[in-house]
């Protein structure tokens, strides 16, 4: 792009986002095509706008239905939105039950646990439905819970989580996973949010070789909780190893049980799966909450079911036939809508993964990749990253062939693409990088692989019935092709919408809608835009790239640069493997920016690179976005899904407190880089500045990973 300098005048995040450059298309092969589930452009066509809503109908037949619906969809209540309206199903029967009569010797899940010399266990659908029906009895006859109660689970990746899932949705009480990674105290307020009367956790599990107390969460997220009003009546401890108990904290009596000691009570009980309206809410999964109360994303029965199946079906291509293996925790949303809910919507088999991703080293996953014969591959950028630092010829060792590989998670960097499509696909997989969001319940951007051709560092046109508009400030039309970013917005309700933050419809209303509603009172879709919180750029071609949160953004004197930009600059500068854009305020340009670094492996930290990551930020974006100060780090704090916690580092950046970092992977990294930082900041006569609160604010919660 041109220089900065040059083009003051005008910018705009957009213009600085074009120095990622448009890449070339490529296509994928004759053999993949050939399978595929869409390879008829037709189908377009059939979810084009004109037959709006009816066309979502093909989804919901991938169901099925105890009662079929009457209403499509129905807007009356705006931005309310209820699918399939009088339509009556159960999610765990069209999970497990209407299998078993062609697959109830298949595998629903493989379980692979983290210490390699653990057997690998296989859960069959015949098997999966005991274990559904008998914790579904336990959850009734033991714990009291009926439709509509909530039930919070802190479970870690064992085949236990998704029975608990199932077992939850067939009764139709609504289940709240909170990701195991969570401190004790982030999963009581989230039970105290929701309203559950029962935990469900496990006492430990394993992760980069340790067996992890996790018990001890438990009894912390209960203080809490009780200290917000919260009545839990019981909490259920699965044990990782039955008849072992990991964990130093006591049972409480009375309070706490064994789930495999109840069990035996329960054991070969069969319990109906009740016929839940569409609309009911199938299971909350809260996001984002560093600070203030904690939002639910509820989402519903009908129209999530609906909308995982036929994304599945046709983005990621699964068949039943398939091994497919979502290399993301169920904790997210990534693993509730495609490692359970869509997979076994379609009775393919879905792999669960324990552990950390390079345990005990990097070619863990294509070992387990060529043994369990998976053909379909799902990751994160960061742990594709991840996976090439430690490991970047480790693919090639292994005799595994992917046909379609998933990226997810946040905007991947062309570079990191490649090696990705080259080295772990072999050349040889079609790629979609889907986007999408926890309050979305499914992909919104992807190519259909089959159909469209990908393009580094795009996600691709909309998907199947999601038609999106880019406005800029003013709540002008950003058009395709002007090179110009804006917040991508999504016009038109889906099926896998979420339907409210629970307990909370003003502020669902606040957050999504209010910034481009103009007139609260229709009843209109067409007048509700969905704002995703995200930048985005179309191409001339339809495809979008995706800039990241708007809330990511680091204004230098009035310039928008998006940390994900300002990184890729860095990335260009061969030795970086890592890198993490934060603002400091600054008296005079209001933000700079600091540029956190992390080597590739063997590589010392020195002046020289420190000049050359300047240099690349100069040369791709502008002098505007030269960073303050270059830390070369060891490693990046990181959220246990190896996203990198921006506003760790950004608290060190500007001498404020990091904050609670309990949440992290690793969190005994903190210190040290805090350390280092202050010494070289002093050194170079930099010293701590008074924040007022809102600053304070915005640095503690930079970025949108917790
Ligand atoms: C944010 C949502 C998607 C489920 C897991 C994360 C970013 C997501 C992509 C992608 C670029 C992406 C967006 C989005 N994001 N997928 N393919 N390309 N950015 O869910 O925690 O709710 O995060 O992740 O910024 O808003 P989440």
């Known amino acids: 792009m041109a220089n900065l300098e040059e083009t003051e005048a005008s910018l705009s995040e957009a213009q600085i986002a074009v120095h990622w450059r448009e890449e070339e298309y490529l296509y994928p092969g004759a053999r993949f095509i050939g399978q595929a589930n869409a390879s008829d452009p037709a189908i377009y066509e059939r979810f084009s706008e004109e037959h709006f809503p009816e066309c979502f109908r093909e989804y919901a037949d991938l169901l099925d239905w105890d009662q079929y ?73 033991f714990c009291g819970l009926k439709a509509g109660d909530r039930v919070t689970f802190h479970m870690p990746m064992v085949p236990e989580l998704p029975i608990c899932m199932l077992a939850c949705a067939r009764l139709g009480v609504v289940h709240s996973e909170v990701f195991a990674g969570f401190s004790g105290a982030a999963c009581g307020g989230r039970i105290a949010d929701s309203g559950s009367r029962v935990l469900i956790t496990m006492d430990a599990y394993y992760r980069d070789g340790k067996l992890l107390d996790h018990k001890v969460k438990a009894d912390e997220a209960l203080a809490v909780a009780t200290g917000q009003g919260a009545q839990v009546e019981k909490v259920l401890v699965w044990r990782r190893r039955p008849g072992e108990y990991h964990s130093a904290t006591p049972m409480t009596e009375g309070r706490d049980f064994f789930v495999d000691e109840v069990m ?37 029965t009908g129209g999530y079911m609906a909308y995982v199946a036929g994304t599945s079906k046709y983005f990621l291509d699964i068949h039943p036939d398939d091994t497919y293996w979502c290399f993301a925790d169920i904790g997210w949303i990534t693993g509730h809508s495609y490692i359970v809910y869509g997979p076994l919507a ?50 090639g060792k292994h005799n595994y062939r992917f046909k379609l590989m998933c990226t997810v998670g946040e905007p991947i960097e062309p570079e990191v693409w490649r090696w990705y499509h080259e080295v772990v696909g072999k050349g040889a997989a079609a790629i979609v990088d889907t986007w999408w969001m926890t309050e979305t319940g499914g992909f919104l951007g992807s190519t259909l692989p089959a159909i469209k051709p990908m393009k580094p560092g795009s996600c691709g046109p909309s998907t199947l019935g999601i038609y999106p508009v880019i406005y800029d400030e003013e709540g002008k039309t950003v058009e395709a092709g002007s090179g110009k970013a804006g917040n991508i917005c999504i016009r038109n309700p889906w099926p896998g919408i979420m339907q409210t933050i629970w307990g909370q419809p003003e502020r669902f209303v606040q957050t999504y809608y209010a910034r481009y509603c103009h007139d609260t009172a229709s009843k209109d879709w067409h007048d509700w835009p969905f704002l995703c ?99 070369i780090v060891p490693d990046m704090p990181k959220t246990r899904s190896g996203k990198i916690m921006r506003r760790v580092i950004a608290s060190i950046s500007n001498f404020a407190d990091v904050g609670d970092i309990t949440t992290l992977a690793n969190p005994d990294i903190v210190e040290g880089i805090r350390r280092q930082v202050y010494k070289q900041k002093t050194e170079r006569g930099e010293a701590p500045r008074e924040l007022s609160a809102k600053e304070l604010e915005e640095i503690q919660s930079f970025g949108r990973a917790d």
């Open 69 to 141: 619906w009457h209403t499509t969809l129905d807007t009356s209540n705006p931005p309310f939105w209820k699918w399939f309206v009088g339509g009556r199903l159960n999610a765990s029967y069209n999970c497990v039950d209407r299998h078993l009569a062609t697959k109830a010797n298949k595998a629903a899940f493989i379980w692979v646990p983290e210490p390699e010399g653990d057997q690998t266990q296989i859960v069959t659908y015949r098997e999966l439905h005991r274990r559904v029906n008998e914790m579904a009895a336990l959850l009734r006859d």
């Open 264 to 300: 035996k009570d329960y054991l070969r009980k069969q319990v109906d799966p009740v016929p839940m309206p569409a609309e009911a809410p199938l299971f909350l999964m809260y996001t984002s909450g560093t600070t203030g109360r904690p939002k639910g994303a509820q989402h519903s």
């Open 533 to 631: 919180g995200d930048g985005a750029v179309q191409a001339i071609d339809g495809y979008y790239r995706i800039l990241g949160r708007i809330d990511d953004v680091i204004n230098v004197a009035g310039h928008r640069l998006g940390t994900k930009e300002l990184e890729s600059a860095v990335l260009t500068v061969p030795e970086v493997a890592e890198a993490a854009a934060v603002p400091v305020i600054d008296e005079v340009r209001g933000r700079v920016v600091e540029m956190y670094v992390a080597l590739q492996p063997g590589l010392q930290a020195g002046r020289e690179i420190e000049d050359k990551v300047k240099m690349a930020i100069e040369t791709e974006i502008g002098k505007v976005a030269r960073p303050k100060n270059v830390w």
């Open 346 to 395: 379609l009775g393919t088999t879905s792999v669960l993964y324990e552990g950390a991703p390079a345990y005990p080293d990097p070619g863990r996953p294509w070992r387990i990749a060529e043994r369990l014969g998976v053909d379909i591959f799902h990751t994160a950028p960061t742990t594709i990253r991840m996976l090439r630092k430690l490991g970047p010829d480790e693919p």
